[in-house]
């Protein structure tokens, strides 16, 4: 087996010299793929307007529905495998060949307060453009027959992640009308519960590894680059969410009859979560980072993504960053823990002058190939235990509140773990060829993304390499209200898929 470093040192090598050998000329002209994105927006409505949030059954089965419609119309076969909650959709096509490509689709998506929406309803495709103003202005849908790059369809799921379902579909029918004939077989795995976590996912790997049996994966998730150059992504950082809730007075009480003398859980809160990290946003749980290591070889791939870090400030809006590392893609290879929220009392209109009966706060913990999930929550736990808390997995009963001044519920989960594919892995090659071939330009090339995709129950369960090629935009508002995706970024999207189906292997 290659060696880590030796495998880095030959990508290095390899990435330095020009592709050579099974280039081939990209199928389709630019009009062509203009009419044929114009021709799928019908299409790309109809999916956009399935809600989609996972934890409604009944919309997850139309969109599931809608997917058993749509893919045999290109040739697949389609097969649900259950689960204990939404079921998986598998769609393969056999075209006679020797290796097998698996592709990654989801089709759900973040649940929605469409009181924050700037339209009629999240699920409503809108139109838009910007206006005089520089504000996003919604106009009648027929215009998207004379569409321009930079205008924008607003609806849940726009960019993460029905837009590359769209985008795929509508190569598969430019591959039928234009005789492109992939020379590998291919099987789509659809996932409805990803917004979740997919919880469910890595149990349907395991059980069904010979259904999913493949050479390598492809993911068509996330955004490109903030350059919003073609992108290649070859690793993700994994998942684990952690509860925790200290306690006060057993009801919440009046603040003048008990202040300054019933304990505050909002207060010890802060300044139990407040002890986990220094002044610049490092980790102060001893181990936390054990593992990681940026060696030469790993901070000359780093440095080769062409970020601009005043850009990425100005774009959050934030005047210094965190110092985990020294600049944006060496922070993303280490282990994160953030604070995704808390909550105590009330605020606001209905704020009120009492003590908390309790506070809590929503912990993430981003992993990475070098740590055990395990560990680093055990980590966590024992820094809060040193603290000088009980530590329970459950709501302390009554009469134990008396007898411990410091009680805390913990919980857990772990939702997937980190995955990272070699730059000159078979699957890396090949999709480098398919984007130059595309668009005349190497991709960029990033080790590791910063969030979260569950991918590593396939790396890990079938031993398949996995890569993602992003396709949308970078300021899509995924999560957020108002998500979006710009419409030159879908009928690029759609290129590259073509060329992906194109590109030989």
Known sequence: MISYRASHLIFLFVFALPLVGNTQQFPV??????????????????????????????????????????????GFTTRRITTKRAPLLLAERDYGSKKT?????????????????????????????????????????????????????????????????????????IAEKEGIRPNYNLKIIMDFEE?????????????????????????????????NRPTLTFGARGIA????????????????????????????????????????????????????????????ILKNVPDNEAQIKNRLQIAETDKVGR????????PSL??????????????????????????????VKETDPERLISLVRNHIEDQ????????????????????????????????????????????RRALKNAFGEEPIMIRMSGGSIPISPFVNTLGIPAVTVPTVNRDNNQHSPNENIRLGNYREGIKTMVAILNEKL
């Not at 910007?130 to 321009?148: Q, R, S, T, V």
């Not at 369809?153 to 509508?170: E, N, Q, Y």
């Not at 600049?327 to 280490?334: G, H, L, N, R, S």
């Open 29 to 74: 002209s630019d009009a062509d793929l203009d009419a044929y994105t114009k021709a799928s927006f019908p299409l790309l409505k109809e999916l956009y307007s399935i809600p989609n949030d996972a934890f409604y059954l009944d919309d997850i089965e139309k969109n599931i529905q809608w997917c058993e419609a749509n893919f045999p119309k290109r």
């Open 101 to 173: 490509v698996l592709v990654y689709l989801q089709l759900d998506g973040q649940p929605v307060d469409s009181t924050r929406w700037a339209q009629e309803h999240p699920f409503k495709p809108a139109l838009k453009k910007k206006n005089d103003k520089g504000l996003w202005e919604e106009i009648p849908w027929d215009a998207i027959e004379n569409y321009e790059d930079d205008w924008r369809i607003f609806v849940r799921a726009a960019s993460d992640a029905k837009g590359p379902v769209g985008m795929f579909l509508t190569a598969m029918d």
């Open 195 to 227: 917004e979740m976590g997919s919880p469910n996912l890595p149990l349907a790997v395991k059980q069904n590894a010979e259904l999913l049996k493949a050479d390598m994966l492809i993911i068509f998730d996330g955004p490109r680059h903030i350059t």
């Open 241 to 300: 969410t952690v509860q925790l809730t200290t306690y006060g007075p057993f009801l919440a009480q009046h603040s003048g009859h008990f202040g300054n003398y019933a304990p505050n859980p909002a207060l010890r809160l802060s300044k139990l979560l407040a002890s986990m990290k220094d002044d610049d946003g490092r980790v102060l749980i001893p181990g936390f980072y054990d593992g990681v290591t940026i060696s030469p070889e790993v901070e000359r």
């Open 327 to 334: 600049y944006y893609q060496e922070a993303i290879q280490y």
């Open 338 to 367: 953030n604070i995704r929220g808390m909550q105590s009392g009330w605020i606001n209109e209905k704020v009120r002058t009492i003590i908390p009966g309790w506070a809590r706060a929503e912990i993430d913990i981003r992993l």
């Open 388 to 431: 000088g808390y009980l530590v329970l997995d459950s709501i302390p009963r009554r009469g134990l509140r008396l007898t411990h001044g410091k009680i805390a519920t913990f919980t857990y989960e772990i939702s997937y773990q980190s995955f990272r594919t070699d730059f000159d892995s078979d699957v890396g090659l090949w999709l």
